[in-house]
Nanobody, 115 residues
Framework: QVHVVESGGTLVQPGGSLTLSCEAS????????MGWYRQAPEKERELVAT???????VYADFVKGRFTISRPYAENAVYLQMNSLKPEDTAVYYC?????????WGQGTQVTVSS
């Protein structure tokens, strides 16, 4: 069994910065992708950024230049550095780890961008 836990969500003012953290524990073997997704009220869940176990990142267009995803070597952890936050970034942010055979989600962490 794999457990995924996110942390770091909070209330932040527009223009501010925030870092989300995610750790996955359990039997994770081989190539995998860790990523961040978000879901705003009454909207579908959408991809924010992903990074492979080879450290290749992919970003959604709406976060390019503002968010940075990173992943330490030898750890199943992923971080999302968010800068220049906007009210439309308000959402529950979910972490996911996906292998060639399965995927696991965290419970999510709330990010609210408001003055």
């Amino acid at each position: 069994q794999v457990h995924v836990v996110e942390s770091g969500g909070t209330l932040v003012q527009p223009g501010g910065s925030l870092t989300l953290s995610c750790e996955a524990s359990g039997n994770i073997v081989g190539f995998n992708v860790m990523g961040w997704y978000r879901q705003a009220p009454e909207k579908e869940r959408e991809l924010v950024a992903t990074i492979t176990s080879n450290r290749t990142p992919v970003y959604a267009d709406f976060v390019k230049g503002r968010f940075t995803i990173s992943r330490p070597y030898a750890e199943n952890a992923v971080y999302l550095q968010m800068n220049s936050l906007k009210p439309e970034d308000t959402a529950v942010y979910y972490c996911k780890i996906q292998t060639l055979r399965d995927e696991w989600w965290g419970q999510g962490t709330q990010v609210t961008v408001s003055s």
